[in-house]
């Protein structure tokens, strides 16, 4: 089992910045992809960005240009640096982290942390 914590969510002004991090811990084979998703009010959750164990990034469109991941592999854990936060960032962020040998593979989640962007 591999246990993820988040940090970094809080209330910020439209145009600011915050940085999230997920720290993995427990039985860790070896993280492949790592990545962010978050789910507003009423809204389906929906991928943020992710990073692969190479560091391919991916992104929404929503957060090309303002958002980006990063990893600390000796650390296990992922970052996202959030930068010119729009109210429509607003939502819990959730960590989603993939780890295992192909015949055991799985897919863990954070608790969620929630960011909210005043205008």
């Known amino acids: 089992q591999v246990q993820l914590v988040e940090s970094g969510g809080g209330l910020v002004q439209s145009g600011g910045s915050l940085r999230l991090s997920c720290a993995a811990s427990?039985?860790?084979?070896?993280?492949?992809?790592m990545a962010w998703y978050r789910q507003a009010p009423g809204k389906q959750r929906e991928l943020v960005a992710s990073i692969t164990s190479d560091g391919t990034t991916n992104y929404a469109d929503s957060v090309k240009g303002r958002f980006t991941i990063s990893r600390d592999n000796a650390k296990n854990t992922v970052y996202l640096q959030m930068n010119v936060l729009k109210p429509e960032d607003t939502a819990d962020y959730y960590c989603?982290?993939?780890?295992?040998?192909?015949?055991?593979?799985?897919?863990?989640w954070g608790q969620g942390t929630q960011v909210t962007v005043s205008s």
């Open positions: 427990g039985s860790i084979f070896s993280l492949n992809v």
């Open positions: 989603n982290v993939g780890d295992g040998p192909w015949y055991r593979h799985r897919f863990y």
